[in-house]
């Protein structure tokens, strides 16, 4: 199964929150649901998902000042974001939108339409999230058959090395740590350490560099691991 893009909702209405939770899931993303503002600025300095959905009016820290905090963050200033809201004037449409939300739904909104923004928006900043073949230079990965192509010459690779070379390829340039490596290719809630990802990131390498090809996963220095 492909990555699924992840998705965090930042909303402090318990019913509307569990509704979305139901019907992204649905969808297949994964998702992360916090009811404070101050909590999620936390949680997305440690995370950043591939989409924020955020209420304007929330506990602890508002929806358009945590907007207006991730636009002036590296990590977060192209973070997707719909911003939720019952304030319906344009004025107030205006001043979330140059704040930095991409979007703006008021509520009482229509699931399916917030459904379809989201994958419009998804499709548009990072293509590969939702693509079924994945390309970079003479390396391909098909996601439905579950294989790799080099130079046309398939690959064997374990299922761990294909969920890391797909991870890697989705967001090509962009370093990342050996901590987020194990979050979204092991999972949160499985326990291994740094140690797991440099072994697999040799497999990986060894698999993928055939002859004399160059190899396309670059080691950061302190930092992780990049792709391209």
Known sequence: MPIAPRITVVEDEDAL?????????????????????DEAEIALREKVPDLLILDWMLPGLSGIELCRRLRARRETEILPIIMLTARGEESERVRGLSTGADDYMVKPFSTPELLARIKSMLRRVNPSLLSHVLSFGDLKLDREQHRVFRKERELKLGPTEFRLLEFLMQSPGRVFSRGQLLDNVWGADIYVDDRTVDVHVGRLRKAINIGRSLDPIRTVRGAGYSFG
């Open 17 to 37: 929150s569990v509704l979305l939770r139901y019907n992204l899931e649905a969808e297949g993303y994964i998702v992360e649901t916090i009811s404070r503002g």
